[in-house]
């Protein structure tokens, strides 16, 4: 560890010369791979070519009709995903916390939320095309309907909304879970109704809350690329896949990079507003000693059924979608010959092969030091004070909270050419996943860090331990869930992300994600399904894994599926 | 446990400023002289934002002072870091470390002391034994009660040995009951270890009932420094006389100059005190008056005159064997069980006083008018208000 903190003193300001080199590595870092591609990119479309600033570029893309609808089509979908998703959420977050239901069906409805946030992109979408396509079980099977066409806003809509939706429902219970019942119980004391205590308490002690998980909804639908890319279609084009289509299509990487600026101001809006407005919000609700385990009847028995049944609905239809995309890897051609076989399997695990390797070792690589990278960031952060500080969080997040495909197409211009030419190689494809996905591993840590007493780290200078010891013994095993967490996050993202690394993927280096794409592009259905389960099926086991870790630590109570969330 | 040889803590001209907000430059500590004999237990009492954590923060190192020095056994230990001044420190939130049992707890600082591991186990079980915890090496502080955990934080604080204990306001996250217990059991473990002990409380009883010598701080300042007797008779101030206690001020005139009393004019009455300040004739005092040193009494000294004018005949069930000085009209009582506290309203004075529990036909019915005797033994003056 290059840390030797010193203990947080009064005074002075002096600063570690191990905190300053660590500060000095990271600011390198993160001007190599966050602000460098940013400034290139723009570079790329202000620049006329001849040292001059010239807004021609983006004035061509930009006033081309089709770009235009499509500017407006992504806010469109991301205000109705953002709006549906929030109620989907809150209903589920609202009988979670207060249906008083059994462990095992909040098991089963945690497992079942818990699915679309660990899936590979495409999984809802090809669900959708299985179940409402010109051949679909529903459509076709079901009701014999022919010709139906599922490309559009409303199956694009539906298909986010359903993998998006467990973020609010992770944001909200929370929140729903911390309102002391005390206080509900106090306004129904007070003479109020059920429907009153609900209204006039606790949908009021949620807004925060609710317009958080909307924004965060908002966000993912805006950058969401995958999605719209298989379901939306020519009717409906949305700005990711329109830029991913002007430099892959057309071969204009200018146009495409001038399409995902357009990207750029909505998505940084709705970033700040979440952050610095809507995040310090948050009601307390917790006053001096907490209810407890006092029961308290806050919906009626009507209400709870209803409430269930909604929620059930829902799962079945979530765990209906995965059910399909199992049995689809297994038959040989859905929709036309459901014969039992395991050929998709082999195309997986033979030509298939080299991209789950790749997308392996890819992961393994940028797991710890996304990991080891949000430690020691946020441990600085929370903990030190140094010069500019608060930028370098600032700086931390940009990529978290840029749409990928922004992410994508800057890392392609910036690593294209020398100085720095990274193109083609796994380097471009990890530095992108870990200063992509390393931010949630800074978050948790600055949030334990929040939670850790200084008496802790007082209690162990009193006893004798230097600063260094401290580190070891005290900081270290209490922040390490934190570590855990983000660790996990940047693996679970390594294996199903896929908007910012389409731009980064060459011959010598591809995804398994990328390979799902090929194969629907293809219509090759079977193979698509069969690498979405193996890449499920892996994420569980290495969540699986990381949750036996964290078991060992007794600090917190960090769960990697908690912070997916945020 | 082995006894530890006492040390000797002074303080001197120990100061700290910070920013506020609004005040502007504020001290948290100002000019804080004290001087601990070696296994003295001395106490910080004082309203909350007084100083006292914040010294004794500066005398464990956790901060460092703007100016002053602290000495241990005559060692110069100011900057010191906390870490190298082998000190035992309480926290109020008892800081146990939730990542460890009780018993790693418990062993961290013998370990900082690079102790041999057979002599760790060996010391850490005597000193959960000492605490009471025996059985309790593997449990997690998240298992524990309130209680418990001040046990374990008073184990991993005593089991290094320090030169000096201090604890933070270690009582105030526990119940009455058990608060009443813990302060007993920490008082008698300091007897037994003698270990020179700095102890922090806002609460004046628990600060009596634990403390050789209190020390009286308001705005970051030393008011007063002394034994629970000499801070409760003679506070010396107003601010010390209504913090140790409760007091009845009473404006009074001083009379008379004698060589070893004073007799002074307090409501139409002469009261003759012991305990005086330099006065003179003619001065403006005030009695100090604790609700145990005011006595009921049916015999009036004052004019019956003016007996009757303020409500009639006495209480015949009175005794007393002594002049009244005043009477008094019962204007509220509280019963506490062993004692009843009574408001009387005295020539348009409100007075506290407290009588034990003699059994149900000794108690006063309200609006009864009743005589008053002052203890003069038990009475010291204050300077006029405002001086």
New interface residues.
Partial sequence: MTLSPA?P????RRVDPAVAVTAVILWALLGLFILYPLGMMLYRVLSDGQGGFTLSGLATVLTNKHNIRAFWNSLLLAALVGSIGTVLGFLFAFTAARARLPAWLLMVIDAAVLLPLVSPPFTTAIGMIFSFGPRGLITYELLGLKGVTVYGLTSTMFSEVLTYFPIAYLTLRPILAAIDSNIEGMAMSLGASRWKVFTTVTLPLCVPGIANAFLLLFAASLADFATPLILAGNVFPVLPTQAYLQITGLFDLRGGAALSLALLFPALAVFLLQRYWVGRRQHVTVTGKGAGSTPFDSISPGARVALLTFCASVTIIVLYFYALLLYASLVMAFGANHTFTLTHYRVVFGEGMRAVKDTLFIAAIAMPLGGLYGLLLGYLVAKKDFVGKRSMEMVSMINYALPGTIVGIAYLIAFNDPPIELTGTALIIIACYIFRYGPTGIRATIALLSQI?K??E??????????S?TFR??TL??VLPAFFAGLGVVFIRSMTAISATIFLVSLSWTLVTVKILENMTELALGPAAAFSVLVVVIVFVVIGLIGWVLRF???GSMRVTSILGG | MDVIAPVRVQIEGLS?RFVHRVKGEVYAARDVTLDVAPGEFLTLLGPSGCGKTTTLRMI?????P?AGRVLFAGEDVTYL?????????V???Y?????LSVAENVA??LE??SIAKAEIGKRVAEVLELVGLRGYEHQ?S?QMSGGEQQRVALA??IV?RPRVLLFDEPLSNLDAKLRVQMRDEIRDLQRRLGITTIYVTHDQEEAMAVSDRIVVMNQGSVLAVGTAHELYHRPGSEFVARFIGRVNLVPAKVKEVLLESIRVEALGAVVEVGMAPRVAVGDEVRLVLRPEAIVVTPAVAVTPAKAGAQGGELDPRLRGNDNAHWTAKVASRVFLGEKMEYRLDCAGISLHIVRYNAGPAEVLEEGATVGLRVIESAVSLLPKEGV
Avoid: C, V, W
């Fill in positions: 203990l003193q009064g005074g002075g007493d008496s802790l007082e209690a162990s200078a009193g006893l004798g331990a230097g600063s010891t013994r005290i095993p209490l630590f007794r600090a | 700290r464990a190192g956790f901060e460092k703007d870091p906390a870490n190298q001044r082998n000190i035992g420190f926290f109020q939130n800081a146990l470390f939730p990542h961290y600082g900082m002391r997690f998240s991993r604080a290094i």
